[in-house]
């Protein structure tokens, strides 16, 4: 009896990945547990295992597709066994093409995806071509003289962008406009058509523009940016914190640490044990928003952003509250390390509560960082200089740095989140407390 092999969900946030290699052809002889491919998901590259003992029937999605989880890739067959006529995955499962936003709205607003021109021609299925289909429906609110109910800021918002939401679909109860459909019609109407002339050569200069395709995972980190930055309701708090206290505790420890774990103490694994600390006593800076309900983490998990030449990922620190500084700055050593040799596993990225970013070593001052969904909160931090300020009436040189928290307003509230923040800046100017 065949086995199906089919795209495997490596991770609770994974939707869809992307067959890069494959490692056997049709009709060779696998073993259960052999590696027969590499599939991209939205935050790495992994080997996937044969299932079953046998021989590979045809391979039904072929290198750089993409496709949903739960996809199947082929079939493996016992010996002897003849394998069936088989379509592709494309052929077979053509919604497969279609964006993880517009995909919740189709099931959302019951709409049938042949009613979709680019689900017929084949295209990629985005939010506005879900919102076209809606708009055409029968017996659609424009055309019936039906109220059409918005919200105060989906208003507001709307007479911003010069946007007209009385033909917009809703997305909140009963239909009502939200500012997320607002925002999704602007950026739809905003949004470039082809521009064939730019990748000519520029008259009397020779040069051009270059073009490059998005690898899967850059291409959903963007997806999700503007699904977060679009959904949740941003905010921001921004304090400068003296830093020289820091920098005596991390002198203090560098050469304690180093014994311990062979590896250097740096300001974010003190950052951290900071926000470890922090997070544990404000949950609400530890939570997220889900379907109009609030879910507080039970275990602080702590993200670090690390950039790396395939992009940005987000390796997590897991129980953060729990560890030591050395146990912090080895955990935060090894992850890098993986970041950089590119072989991070769905693991290490995976349960996220809060992130840190750190764009310091890049001489930036300040910033202000886009969540990371489904988190609530996300620290930015500048580099740590030499500024000018007041100690008992004087005016002297003091190093300082910005910090910047982002904010879901859903699940914080300003006062809140100010406070968790003022707790951060308290450990950072008096971190001694972290040895008690």
């Not at 992994?46 to 039904?60: D, F, I, K, Q, R």
């Not at 109860?173 to 905003?190: I, N, Q, S």
Request: proline residues 5%; glycine residues 8%; charged residues 25%.
């Amino acid at each position: 009896m065949a086995v199906d092999l089919i795209m495997p969900k490596l991770g609770l946030t994974m939707e869809e990945g992307t067959v890069i290699r494959w490692l056997v052809a049709e009709g060779d002889r696998v073993e259960k547990g052999q590696t027969v491919l590499e599939v991209e998901t939205d935050k790495v590259v992994v080997e996937v295992e044969a299932t079953a003992s046998g021989v590979m029937g045809p391979l039904l999605v072929g290198e750089g597709k993409t496709v949903l989880v739960t996809t199947l890739l082929a079939r493996i067959y016992a010996p002897g066994e003849k394998a069936e006529e088989e379509m592709s995955a494309e052929e077979e499962a053509p919604a497969t093409r279609i964006t993880p936003l517009a995909r919740r709205m189709v099931e959302k607003e019951g709409v049938d995806l042949s009613s979709i021109p680019a689900y017929r021609s084949g295209r990629r299925v985005r939010v506005e071509d879900v919102q076209a289909a809606l708009a055409k429906r029968p017996g659609d609110s424009r055309r019936t003289g039906q109220r059409i109910f918005s919200s105060p800021r989906a208003r507001l918002r709307a007479r911003e962008l010069g946007v007209d939401w009385r033909g917009l679909s809703g997305s909140g109860p009963r239909g009502r406009v939200v500012e997320k459909d607002v925002l999704r019609a602007a950026r739809a109407a905003t949004r470039p058509g082809p521009l064939p002339s730019l990748a000519l050569p520029l008259e009397g200069e020779g040069r051009g523009v270059t073009w490059e395709t998005p690898t899967t995972f850059q291409r959903v980190t963007a997806e999700r940016m503007i699904a977060s930055f679009g959904s949740a309701p941003h905010f921001y708090l921004i304090a400068e914190v003296h830093a020289d206290a820091l920098l005596d505790l991390r002198a203090r420890l560098l050469p304690l640490v180093e014994r311990q774990a062979g590896v250097r103490l740096s300001i974010t694994d003190l950052l951290v044990r900071i926000l470890a600390t922090a997070l544990a006593e404000y949950p609400r800076a530890n939570a997220f928003w889900d379907e109009g309900r609030i879910g507080l983490n039970r275990q602080v998990n702590v993200g670090i952003a690390v950039a790396t030449d395939a992009g940005l990922v987000v390796p997590v620190l897991r129980q953060a509250d729990r560890k030591s500084l050395t146990q912090i700055a080895s955990e935060r050593a090894q992850l890098v390390e993986k970041a950089h040799a590119g072989t991070l596993s769905v693991d290490d990225l995976a349960g996220g509560t809060f992130t840190l970013t750190n764009l310091g070593m890049f001489r930036v001052d300040a910033f202000q960082a886009i969540l990371n969904p489904p988190q609530s909160a996300i620290l930015a931090v500048g580099r740590i200089a030499e500024r000018p300020a007041v100690v008992g009436g004087q005016l002297v040189a003091r190093p300082t740095a910005v910090l910047s928290l982002s904010c879901d307003h859903r699940v914080l509230d300003g006062a809140l989140a100010a406070q968790f923040l003022g707790r951060v800046v308290k450990l950072i100017e008096e971190p001694y407390g972290l040895l008690a």
